[in-house]
């Protein structure tokens, strides 16, 4: 593929200057750079951001370098996130099946044991081959792996702290903060990985606790929460809100919120976390309701503290060069990825938005596509969100509360799972697919599923409002029987007319 032309890439800097600040170290540092091997692109940060944009750049011809101080690749996700509690959420979903529902199947055995140290070795076992399948790519591609800590110490390099001792400085033409974050902690909370964790802690304890106490019901609390509720544990977790995770459709939330409890897990809601004693065997919490009044005591074996994340970019040296964040120390970008330092962007976590892996990939390559010279683009209405409890909660696009307090007129279509008939044979029919539509133009305006296997299924939705398509439109489609896609075609003849099967 044909190299940005640096005649190009100067027209774009110019382009993109916004602050005498930033001109100052264009051209001074620049000319300095210049004089030794820089690379088109240096990444700092080797998560679902910054590989993917390595991996971009230099396919798109541009000579790429990744700095990453973890040793291994794939950043939060792979090591520490997505990955390894989707192996653990599938893990304990099977036991909980065998121990819950093998039998009405037919299907009958005697001694079922969790093996504890098997099932995290199976979870190593996948991140390990992922994380070095990314090592790979970076080989295949001609991606410059750089082992180490980085830090800025002008806006075109990156000095760094080698994994395996001394430091290297690392020049770069344009340079892409991809640090990602880092677990929220709360006042008078210590995190210390043993009694009182993370979900780093929570993916690797050695002992199934008896009484685990969360403290958060977004993404990772009920993620976490359930894997170690299927194992055994009793799970209660403490909610600041008034509902278990604040931005999903409200609807689609209070059913969740039933299938979760009848799994036994417990929920004390409008509550706040006022004190934690690690001194004894256990753990004592002190919480209160979040408007004040009575304490009480909870007693836990694990505390989990899963109240949100925040930007990582802690030794970066972003006062060096004068990068601006916001108040949460999130690094504030233009529609480009652009910081206010020229020739300096940021993506995934690190920036404003939602915090997942998709989104920071797909930053990464539009950024990417923006340093090349070329139109690069990323539909924030359109990131699907997927909880991957059982059954998982997916959705897409608006929720109700959203398009009502908006003020467009819009109709509603909603599909049990009761009424699918794949659900039905194979007894997994908890759940529905609800569908807002615009009144006027039938256009399609947000997506909630609750089902099996929702976080694949929502993709029809997403595509059907990236094309702007109406529910007539996904309704007349074809949909293959028996299936559990075919409550999303019915949910949207619902919306405009009347399902079949209800
Ligand atoms: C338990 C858990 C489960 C999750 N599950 C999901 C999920 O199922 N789906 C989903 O979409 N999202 C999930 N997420 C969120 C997802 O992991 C993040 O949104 C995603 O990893 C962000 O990617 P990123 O590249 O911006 O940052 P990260 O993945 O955090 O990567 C940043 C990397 O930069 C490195 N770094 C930081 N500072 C420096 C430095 N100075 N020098 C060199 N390297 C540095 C870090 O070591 C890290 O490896 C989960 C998160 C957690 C914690
Ligand atoms: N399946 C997925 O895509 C997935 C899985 C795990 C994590 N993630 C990402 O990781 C990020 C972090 O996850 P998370 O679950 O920690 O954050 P979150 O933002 O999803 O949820 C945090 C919850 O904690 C509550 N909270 C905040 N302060 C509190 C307090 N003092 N006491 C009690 N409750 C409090 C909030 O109201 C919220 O409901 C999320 O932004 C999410 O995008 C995604």
Redesign the pocket.
């Given at each position: 593929m044909a190299m940005v032309s640096l005649a190009r890439r100067r027209a774009a800097d110019a382009l993109f200057l916004r602050r005498p600040q930033a001109a100052a170290w264009s051209s001074a540092l620049r000319a300095y750079a210049a004089s030794g091997e820089e690379s088109d692109v240096v990444v700092?940060?080797?998560?679902?951001?910054?590989y993917v944009a390595a991996i971009k750049a230099a396919q798109m011809g541009l000579k790429t370098t990744c700095?990453?101080?973890?040793g291994t690749l794939g950043?939060?996700?792979l090591n520490?996130?997505?990955i390894p509690?989707?192996a653990l959420l599938h893990s304990s979903h099977m036991y909980h099946e065998a121990e819950n529902s093998f039998a009405h199947h037919g299907v009958k055995f005697s001694n079922l044991e969790i093996d504890l140290p098997a099932m995290m070795a199976q979870k190593d076992k996948a991140v390990a081959g992922l994380t070095k399948g990314i090592e790979g790519l970076f080989k295949k591609n001609k991606v410059d792996y750089v082992k180490?800590?980085?830090?800025f110490v002008s806006p075109s390099e990156v000095s760094v702290d080698l994994i395996d001792g001394g430091s290297t400085t690392v020049k770069g033409k344009n340079i892409i903060i991809?640090?990602?974050?880092d677990v929220k902690s709360l006042p008078g909370i210590t995190i210390d990985e043993k009694k009182v964790v993370s979900?780093t802690g929570a993916?690797a304890l050695t002992e199934i606790p008896k009484k685990l106490v969360v403290i958060g019901a977004g993404?990772?609390g009920l993620?976490?929460g359930s894997v170690w509720n299927r194992l055994g544990s009793e799970v209660t977790v403490v909610e600041f809100a008034p509902d278990i995770v604040p931005s999903m459709d409200g609807e689609i939330r209070k059913q969740f919120q039933r299938m979760l409890e009848k799994q036994q897990m417990k929920f004390m809601l409008k509550t706040k976390v006022v004190g934690v004693d690690t001194s004894g065997s256990g753990v004592k919490l002190t919480v209160e309701p979040a408007a004040g009044g009575e304490q009480t005591v909870l007693e836990a074996d694990i505390v989990l503290v899963s109240a949100g994340?925040t930007p990582?970019t802690a030794?970066?040296g972003l006062d060096t060069i004068g990068v601006e964040t916001d108040k949460g120390g999130r690094i504030l970008v233009d529609k480009r990825f652009m910081t206010n330092v020229n020739g300096v962007y940021a993506?995934?976590?690190?920036i404003p938005g939602p915090?997942?892996?998709?989104k920071?990939e797909e930053d990464g390559v539009a950024c990417v596509e923006f340093i090349a010279g070329k139109e690069g683009h990323v539909d924030y209405d359109t990131v699907p969100g997927v909880v991957?409890t059982h059954p998982e909660v997916a959705s897409v696009g608006k929720t109700e509360e959203q398009v009502k307090a908006s003020g467009v007129p819009y109709q509603v279509g909603k599909f049990p799972l009761l009424a699918n008939s794949r659900a039905k044979a194979i007894d997994d029919a908890e759940g529905l697919v609800k569908v807002v539509s615009e009144k006027e133009t039938d256009r399609i305006l947000g997506v909630h599923i609750m089902a099996p296997n929702a976080g694949e299924i929502i993709h029809e939705a997403v595509l059907a409002l990236q094309y702007g398509a109406s529910s007539e439109d996904v309704a007349r489609t074809c949909h293959a029987h028996p299936t559990v896609s075919e409550a999303l075609k019915e949910a949207c003849m619902q919306t405009y007319s009347k399902a079949i099967h209800i």
């Open positions: 700092i940060g080797g998560g679902p951001g910054g700095i990453e101080k973890r950043g939060t996700c520490v996130g997505c509690s989707k180490g800590s980085g830090k991809a640090t990602g974050s979900s993916l993404y990772i993620e976490m994340r990582y030794g970066l993506i995934g976590d690190a915090m997942l892996a998709h920071a991957y």
